[in-house]
DNA sequence: TATTGTTATACTCTATAACTATA
DNA sequence: TATAGTTATAGAGTATAACAATA
């Protein structure tokens, strides 16, 4: 006889915290007229493990027809440059603008005033094991990009 | 001057292991037909807090019209009972059978497996502070049935 | 009239498949 | 032929709006 209650797992306060998390992270980067993924693909560029628009389908595990609306998106907010790469003509290379590195700053902003929503009543020790734990999971589970 | 960087937020680490991490919990749902909102919708029953479909809905934060059809599929499957509330007819009041608590429990296995992946490779330690800081924040963030 | 559940419809997100251009 | 990107199309998941039954 188990008597695990799912509500207590790992799997189901995981799942369960982070649709709640990404909402409200969504609706700060309605402002900037961005969804989740489109911060995703400006994390990927910054971060610079891919470049190409294939590379960054990669990475971020969605379709490359998906890094097509996502880049046209920020292109078109002047987040990001596209450039055919002279050795290769097929790749599209793309290049984060200032504006774009502006646009994570806001990104990045929204996002630590969502942690301090989520951290407010929490001690300061709980606050730094919560990141701590956080931070050895996201590395164990090889994070992709979101 | 800011320098955190977005995929050191909690925001950006739970969002993303929450994805992840729902992913593999559905792969493993999909072997008992189910999907992540019917094991919500279980989990729902099961607590007491709710049992007509509109209170669901309200608990799970989703719309009325979608508990009909994840009832309708539960039901299907043997493992709730529709049934009228005589005080109230417009109600319908759905209940665990025995068969749902089964599935429930299949669940609930699945998403113990699930942490076990999780956490290998993590300390007991590591594992421990992961779960009292997750407990700590779910209760902070008034948790909703996924 | 107001509320519960249901059905019909539409929207968002994303993938797959077909296509173009380069290699 | 194979690959990078693009466009066209389709599917999953969910919401909104219209409706029926009951209060």
């Not at 700060?28 to 400006?42: D, I, T």
């Amino acid at each position: 006889m188990n008597d695990v209650k799912l509500p207590e797992t790992l799997a189901f306060q995981l799942g369960t915290l982070g649709a709640v998390v990404t909402e409200r992270f969504s609706a700060r980067l309605a402002a900037h007229g961005l969804k989740p993924k489109h911060v995703g693909l400006l994390t990927a560029l910054e971060s610079g493990m891919a470049a190409s628009q294939l590379d960054i389908a990669k990475l971020m595990d969605v379709a490359p027809s998906l890094v097509v609306s996502l880049a046209d998106r920020l292109e078109e907010l002047g987040a990001l440059r596209r450039e055919r790469a002279p050795s290769d003509r097929r790749r599209q290379v793309l290049t984060l603008t200032t504006e774009g590195r502006e646009l994570l700053a806001l990104c990045t902003q929204a996002a630590t005033e969502v942690d301090a929503e989520l951290t407010q009543g929490l001690t300061a020790g709980e606050a730094e094991a919560l990141r701590s734990a956080l931070r050895v999971l996201a590395r164990h589970a090889g994070l992709p990009v979101t």
